[in-house]
């Protein structure tokens, strides 16, 4: 079971790319990476998945290194609607898989 | 498509009672996960459902308890209330491939007091 770790919480201002990391010293060969989104009282969102090196979407950049014990989601220009709690989630379906969500890193982008 | 519904969104009942609360996929899409979210405890997953089966289950009482239907709709149940059950109970579906590589989508979830 990959346990995850991130920093607790982020400060930011509108226009600047934010960078959040998340640690998963043992993941396992066969897991992917997850980054969410939720706002208060709301589902999660999906924001981005990969496996190894670089996956860029429409709204974010994910960034794995070789060895694939961390991940770091890029949030290129903030701004305020993008106050949220950003969870990172290793896995992969099938056999015992558990999803263990951490607590999450809350961005708050200033004006 | 559309996204995963949940109904209702918000329940208020009183100790003891029970709960049903109910999920619709997306379409074409087999897994359904259910987690309940406090401020205490975060995001928690309960149990997943997949092809009507209970693949995965949580660390939760048996007071939890879910089922999937052949139309992969899914309900979870919550048998006598205790005061720490208010939550947000989320659901989220998700197409699994062969890989492993699996997408979880979240409904809106349900806020759920319990009095």
């Known amino acids: 079971l990959a346990k995850t770790t991130q920093p607790i919480s982020m400060d930011s201002y509108e226009g600047q790319e934010v960078n959040i990391t998340c640690s998963h010293n043992?993941?396992?060969?066969?897991?992917?990476i997850t980054w969410y989104q939720q706002f208060p009282s709301q589902g999660p969102r999906f924001i981005i998945q990969?496996?190894?090196t670089k996956v860029t979407n429409e709204v974010a950049s994910l960034f794995i290194p070789a060895d694939r014990k961390s991940s770091t989601l890029s949030l290129p220009r903030v701004s305020l609607s993008d106050t949220a709690v950003y969870y990172c989630?290793?896995?992969?379906?099938?056999?015992?898989?558990?999803?263990?969500f951490g607590r999450g890193t809350s961005l708050i982008v200033h004006p | 498509k559309a996204g995963v519904t949940q109904t209702p969104r918000y329940l208020i009942k009183t100790r003891g009672q029970q709960v049903t609360l109910s999920c619709s996929p997306i379409?074409?899409?087999?897994?359904v996960s259910w987690y309940q979210q406090t401020p205490g405890q975060g995001l928690q997953f309960l149990f997943e459902?997949?092809?009507?089966?209970?693949?995965n289950k949580g660390n939760f009482p048996g007071r939890f308890s879910g089922r999937q239907f052949s139309n992969s709709r899914s309900e979870m149940n919550v048998s006598t209330l205790e005061l720490g059950d208010s939550a947000l109970y989320l659901c989220?579906?998700?197409?699994?491939?062969?890989?492993?590589?699996?997408?979880?989508?979240f409904g809106p979830g349900t806020r759920l007091l319990v009095l």
């Open positions: 989220a579906s998700s197409l699994v491939k062969s890989s492993g590589q699996e997408t979880q989508y």
């Open positions: 043992n993941i396992a060969t066969n897991d992917y």
């Open positions: 990969g496996y190894k």
């Open positions: 989630l290793v896995g992969a379906s099938g056999g015992s898989y558990i999803p263990t």
């Open positions: 379409s074409g899409h087999r897994s």
């Open positions: 459902y997949f092809s009507e089966t209970q693949r």
